[in-house]
């Protein structure tokens, strides 16, 4: 058998090289057989480089669903010196079909990763126990024991990293941020950068925006903004030329597509609403709908719509991730993303608020989910602004999201001008956080502009914690300045 020089080991670890190569060929021919295989192994469990980095574009393509073509796997593996395009042709050339014995080279393949985590973990372990006289003997038994049980189990071990690999990952990403991919902004100009007098944008506030694989919480009570800053933000990424998917699952598609052209025409929403169009009007509506739709696909609710659907939390979310894989979306904005529960008590909202950060992760899909405040929380402070505590339902609303913004409007709790909008940036697990964003807002168009850091202060905040001496909400304490 060939030998390799192994990752995170100085011992030749012997492999069959042929394996690695039936394997990838197969998932090269058949698409078939590429499904399944994604399914079982990762680029982790080959030993040669250049498969790793094959099999790393050819998971991509799967989760994507995109057709298998020479171009889109080159693309993929996003300009990695080991890919040679000749080497996957001959692969390719030399096993046309999928070999009816593929499951024989999958389970020595997975044979071989799992021979390799034995020696790194128990029986490295184990010999370094045997050779230390100060090793307790219940610890040697026991690192004995798991031995047989790594060569037991070794199927189930697909999760363990290669340490090689997550080197190589991580190093893939820093390259893409020196190459000037570090910000993915959410298309809002004052919200992304911080603004000089001009109105150009500076130094960014967010970073690093709508990356792939994070998930963004836009919170707010209900009527604060928070549908038109979601509006605001598909029009922006789609300007980016960037695919969205919107579930506009509170309002309806077409009303939510509507509003979002009018943002951009800058129209009165009760002119439209009373059909006061004119034919000329009518004309530009439509163009800028269809440029709006080059970018944005709209996702209808699809759950519970009749009383035979099986309203089941897993289930629901098996259909979300059946839309963002076949979109091939970029980002995905669903508003409101909690009616597709229908189990909501907190322990399974938690969970399945985990799986749809983990679908994010797999499918590298920034996710911007919508959720209430709590209206009863809120009503209780003297400052109404929206807080983390607050959002509506399980505590996983404030641990899983990478960003969290809340939305605030002065005008539904004073008797002031509505023409101001407050972003407060509650969560930014990359950047400097909490922030506070002031915009000036034209509700009757929808319109969110400028955007002026503001001090910020936390709701309810006071030298006798949250509640005063006489158990109501103490007054706030003067905001802190935003360092910009």
Same mark, same amino acid.
């Given at each position: 058998?060939?030998?390799?020089?192994?990752?995170?080991?100085?011992?030749?670890?012997?492999?069959? @090289?042929?394996?690695?190569? =039936?394997?990838?060929? !197969?998932?090269? *021919? /058949?698409?078939?057989?590429? &499904?399944?295989?994604? $399914? #079982?192994?990762?680029?982790?469990?080959?030993?040669?480089?250049?498969?790793?980095?094959?099999?790393?574009?050819?998971?991509?393509?799967?989760?994507?669903?995109?057709?298998?073509?020479?171009?889109?796997?080159?693309?993929?593996?996003?300009?990695?010196?080991?890919?040679?395009?000749?080497?996957?042709?001959?692969?390719?050339?030399?096993?046309?079909?999928?070999?009816?014995?593929?499951?024989?080279?999958?389970?020595?393949?997975?044979?071989?990763?799992?021979?390799?985590?034995?020696?790194?973990?128990?029986?490295?372990?184990?010999?370094?126990?045997?050779?230390?006289?100060? @090793?307790?003997?219940?610890? =040697?038994?026991?690192? !004995?024991?798991? *031995? /047989?049980?790594?060569?037991? &189990?070794?199927?189930? $071990? #697909?999760?363990?990293?290669?340490?090689?690999?997550?080197?190589?990952?991580?190093?893939?990403?820093?390259?893409?941020?020196?190459?000037?991919?570090?910000?993915?902004?959410?298309?809002?100009?004052?919200?992304?950068?911080?603004?000089?007098?001009?109105?150009?944008?500076?130094?960014?506030?967010?970073?690093?925006?709508?990356?792939?694989?994070?998930?963004?919480?836009?919170?707010?009570?209900?009527?604060?903004?928070?549908?038109?800053?979601?509006?605001?933000?598909?029009?922006?990424?789609?300007?980016?030329?960037?695919?969205?998917?919107?579930?506009?699952?509170?309002?309806?598609?077409?009303?939510?597509?509507?509003?979002?052209? !009018?943002?951009?025409?800058?129209?009165?929403?009760?002119?439209?609403?009373?059909? #006061?169009?004119?034919?000329?009007?009518?004309?530009?509506?439509?163009?800028?709908?269809?440029?709006?739709?080059?970018?944005?696909?709209?996702?209808?609710?699809?759950?519970?719509?009749?009383?035979?659907?099986?309203?089941?939390?897993?289930?629901?979310?098996?259909?979300?991730?059946?839309?963002?894989?076949?979109?091939?979306?970029?980002?995905?904005?669903?508003?409101?993303?909690?009616?597709?529960?229908?189990?909501?008590?907190?322990?399974?909202?938690?969970?399945?608020?985990?799986?749809?950060?983990?679908?994010?992760?797999?499918?590298?899909?920034?996710?911007?989910?919508?959720?209430?405040?709590?209206?009863?929380?809120?009503? !209780?402070?003297?400052?109404?602004?929206?807080?983390?505590?607050?959002?509506?339902?399980?505590?996983?609303?404030?641990?899983?999201?990478?960003?969290?913004?809340?939305?605030?409007?002065?005008?539904?709790?004073?008797?002031?001008?509505?023409?101001?909008?407050?972003?407060?940036?509650?969560?930014?697990?990359?950047?400097?956080?909490?922030?506070?964003?002031?915009?000036?807002?034209?509700?009757?168009?929808?319109?969110?502009?400028?955007?002026?850091?503001?001090?910020?202060?936390?709701?309810?905040?006071?030298?006798?914690?949250?509640?005063?001496?006489?158990?109501?909400?103490?007054?706030?304490?003067?905001?802190?300045?935003?360092?910009?």
């Amino acid at each position: 058998m060939p030998e390799s020089s192994t990752p995170n080991t100085e011992v030749t670890f012997p492999h069959d @090289t042929v394996n690695e190569q =039936v394997v990838v060929a !197969a998932g090269l *021919v /058949s698409a078939e057989a590429r &499904e399944g295989l994604v $399914r #079982r192994l990762k680029p982790d469990q080959f030993f040669e480089e250049e498969h790793r980095i094959i099999w790393a574009a050819i998971t991509e393509m799967v989760n994507r669903k995109l057709a298998f073509d020479l171009a889109t796997l080159q693309s993929l593996t996003r300009g990695e010196t080991q890919f040679d395009s000749q080497y996957v042709v001959s692969l390719m050339e030399a096993r046309p079909d999928a070999p009816p014995n593929l499951e024989h080279h999958v389970s020595m393949l997975q044979w071989d990763y799992g021979r390799l985590n034995a020696v790194r973990g128990p029986i490295s372990a184990l010999l370094a126990s045997i050779k230390d006289p100060r @090793t307790a003997p219940d610890r =040697v038994r026991s690192l !004995a024991r798991s *031995v /047989s049980q790594a060569f037991d &189990e070794y199927e189930d $071990r #697909r999760f363990l990293l290669d340490p090689i690999e997550v080197v190589r990952a991580q190093m893939a990403d820093l390259d893409e941020r020196i190459a000037g991919r570090s910000l993915y902004p959410y298309g809002i100009k004052g919200l992304d950068f911080y603004l000089n007098e001009a109105g150009q944008a500076g130094e960014a506030r967010l970073i690093p925006g709508t990356a792939p694989g994070l998930i963004t919480v836009i919170t707010g009570v209900s009527g604060s903004g928070k549908s038109p800053l979601a509006m605001t933000m598909g029009v922006g990424i789609a300007r980016q030329k960037r695919k969205v998917l919107y579930g506009a699952w509170e309002i309806g598609a077409g009303e939510t597509l509507e509003l979002m052209a !009018a943002q951009c025409l800058r129209w009165s929403k009760t002119d439209l609403a009373m059909g #006061r169009v004119t034919p000329s009007m009518r004309v530009q509506l439509e163009e800028k709908e269809h440029a709006i739709c080059q970018y944005v696909r709209f996702m209808e609710r699809p759950f519970g719509k009749t009383k035979k659907d099986k309203m089941v939390n897993d289930r629901n979310l098996d259909i979300i991730q059946g839309y963002l894989s076949d979109t091939g979306c970029e980002v995905a904005i669903f508003d409101l993303w909690k009616r597709c529960l229908r189990q909501t008590d907190p322990d399974e909202e938690e969970h399945a608020l985990i799986r749809q950060q983990a679908m994010a992760e797999e499918l590298q899909v920034h996710c911007i989910l919508v959720q209430q405040q709590r209206l009863k929380d809120v009503e !209780a402070r003297i400052d109404k602004r929206p807080t983390r505590e607050g959002i509506k339902g399980s505590g996983a609303w404030v641990e899983v999201p990478d960003m969290i913004f809340g939305v605030y409007r002065p005008a539904l709790f004073k008797k002031i001008d509505d023409v101001v909008l407050e972003v407060d940036v509650l969560k930014q697990r990359r950047g400097p956080w909490p922030l506070a964003v002031e915009f000036d807002w034209d509700g009757e168009r929808g319109l969110i502009t400028g955007g002026r850091p503001i001090p910020y202060e936390q709701p309810g905040e006071s030298s006798e914690g949250a509640f005063g001496a006489g158990g109501t909400f103490a007054k706030p304490k003067r905001r802190k300045a935003e360092s910009s």
